[in-house]
């Protein structure tokens, strides 16, 4: 079956460390977005991708990067890892452009910055 | 500013007993109207969504939604609640922008009680 995985689930890592969370999905679809969930926040986007080489910012994008060279990943980069990062990140994926596509979504990896 | 506001942070219900979980947005416009459900430790999955026609939305494992324009609201029933229900429930919204950014709310944490 086609599925949306990321990797690695659980992370710790130091302030100032640069880190790499992975998402992959095998359904092909265009669009792919990252979220981060806190506590009385619910999920906010990071940044988004309507495909490859397309990167779109997104309500909280600072201190992050994502790339997309090809249509299945979308790593997303902390650059210099801040304890304010401390969060569940969630990657999402989409078929289409329309306003109300499914976004369908991976298990979420736990980052630790101490 | 947009916004989505779920006033209940938690709802604790009976087994078998009917849950009415409230959602409010503040747009000038309908916007797409979505509930998801997180299971503890997984991601988030669709339960169902409105874009237009008839104001109540049935979801899948016997959810169903309505939208009231009057009230801005976009609230999730269920006539009788198994334990398997709980969870975290969030709703959000799309814009009609043509833009697929989701905005969710903080999120209702369901307890089932036997």
């Known amino acids: 079956d086609a599925e949306i995985t990321q990797s690695p689930r659980h992370k710790i890592t130091e302030t100032g460390r640069q880190v790499t969370l992975a998402c992959h999905q095998t359904?092909?679809?265009?669009?792919m977005f990252w979220y981060r969930q806190d506590l009385g926040h619910g999920l906010r986007l990071i940044h988004y991708?309507?495909?490859?080489?397309?990167?779109n910012k997104g309500e909280v994008s600072d201190g992050y990067s994502v790339s997309r060279s090809n249509t299945e990943d979308l790593p997303l980069t902390l650059e210099s890892a801040a304890s304010s990062q401390t969060s569940v990140y969630f990657c999402?994926?989409?078929?289409?452009?329309?306003?109300?596509?499914?976004?369908?979504f991976g298990p979420g990896t736990r980052l630790t910055v101490l | 500013a947009q916004s989505v506001t779920q006033p209940d942070i938690h709802i604790t219900v009976s087994e078998g007993a009917s849950l009415e979980l409230r959602c409010n947005y503040s747009?000038?416009?309908?916007?797409?109207l979505f509930w998801y459900v997180q299971s503890p430790g997984q991601g988030l999955q669709l339960l169902l969504k409105?874009?237009?026609?008839?104001?109540l939305v049935q979801g899948i494992k016997g959810f169903e939604a309505e939208f009231k324009r009057s009230q801005s609201s976009f609230n999730l029933r269920k006539p009788s609640v198994h334990w398997s229900d709980a969870a975290e429930y969030f709703c959000?919204?799309?814009?009609?922008?043509?833009?697929?950014?989701?905005?969710f709310g903080t999120g209702t944490r369901l307890l089932v009680s036997p």
């Open positions: 999402a994926s989409s078929e289409s452009n329309g306003p109300g596509d499914t976004q369908y």
């Open positions: 359904w092909n679809h265009n669009n």
């Open positions: 991708s309507y495909g490859v080489q397309d990167t």
């Open positions: 747009y000038g416009a309908t916007p797409y």
């Open positions: 409105y874009f237009s026609g008839d104001t």
């Open positions: 959000a919204v799309v814009l009609n922008t043509g833009f697929q950014k989701l905005v």
